[in-house]
């Protein structure tokens, strides 16, 4: 074999072996279903019934009828030593496995990984999980421990907020402290990141940061969501140009800088903090304009000095003091009181 795996048989001889005790149209059948002659994905139901002037439903009958021969047949049982071998690598690598996961640990030749999904559909040591909204196709060979992972991960995702971004160790941390409330005896880093790969609802993104996968931190859309993330990771305001040039050097994106400053703008999550400057408004900055600023300190605050607003406001705005007297000159909105404190005409 040209690429290496981990099984230590010949899964083309054993499926010889195997494919052997059936019919020939039974044994093509099968043969096209799992696509054990190509690297290809296995044909569906209704492209092999096309190809047979047959019904899907007759198909499903002869596969049924050919896998039953097979579990049957002195060949399965000749070749039991091998299926023991495959259920020995589902249980070392957690006992409840994501499909492509698990066959990517054994193989990366994509052949080869066609005849290992067609063992696990023939071993009766191996339970299906089939995919739905929640989970990724999965195996297992121990029910109770998947039923544990699965409410494990419910309880992970249940815990996670639409805004939250966490890192994959605090991830894995969070989703033992739940498996332990079940599985006492396992606190593996390992195993809990293949077992979280199995969700759905959770994801990660470009930067390796984990959340709801559906959540524009995590299933990113467009410019705006990418800026987010380059602002989160920085820390601190960016100039629009600064942003545009982030996106193209961790998510190798041309942005042009116009469309940037145009995109952070419209989007209530920035904060346009100084000319050209962008804040995240979940650091506590506030939209407006600096006069808007002075209103709400003095509404929040009661009548304040010159410095007092002065000090607050150049905590939300990157600007010079003399913007911030030029506002509080506008007799139409702010006069003083006897103690030379301002208020909101």
Known sequence: ??????????????????????????????KKRYGLESSSEGMTLEAIGETYGITRERVRQIENFALNSIRKSDAYTANAVSF???????????????????LDHLTSDKELQNHV???????????????????????????????????????????LSEDDLISESEMIVKFLDHLEET??????????????????????????????????????RGIRDLAYLVLRKHGSPMHFREVAKAIKQIFGKDVNEATCHNELIKDKRFVL?????????????????????????????????????????????????NTVLVNLQNKKYFKKDKNGKYLIV
């Open 84 to 102: 023991e071998e495959l259920k020995k690598h589902m249980d070392e690598y957690g006992g409840v496995v994501h499909e492509q996961d698990f």
């Open 273 to 321: 903090v100084g000319r050209g400057l962008y804040a995240l408004a979940k650091w506590g900055y506030s939209q407006g304009t600096v006069r808007d600023i002075i209103k709400t300190i003095i509404k929040d605050k009661g009548p304040q000095s010159r410095d007092e607003i002065l000090k607050k406001v150049l905590r939300e705005r990157y600007i010079k003091e």
């Open 1 to 30: 074999m040209s690429k290496q795996h981990k099984l230590t048989f010949n899964p083309k001889k054993v499926t010889k072996d195997l494919l052997g005790v059936l019919p020939v149209r039974a044994r093509d059948i099968i």
């Open 183 to 220: 599985v006492k005896d396992i606190r593996n880093e390992e195993l809990a990141k293949r077992w979280i790969k199995m969700s759905k609802k959770i994801g990660k993104n470009a930067l390796g940061e984990w959340g709801i996968a559906h959540s524009p931190n995590i299933r990113v």
């Open 117 to 159: 999904s067609f063992y696990l559909e023939l071993g009766s040591d191996f339970i299906k999980l089939k995919e739905d909204e929640e989970f990724a196709h999965r195996w297992t060979i121990d029910e109770e421990l998947s039923g544990k992972v699965h409410n494990s991960l419910r309880k992970l995702y249940e815990s």
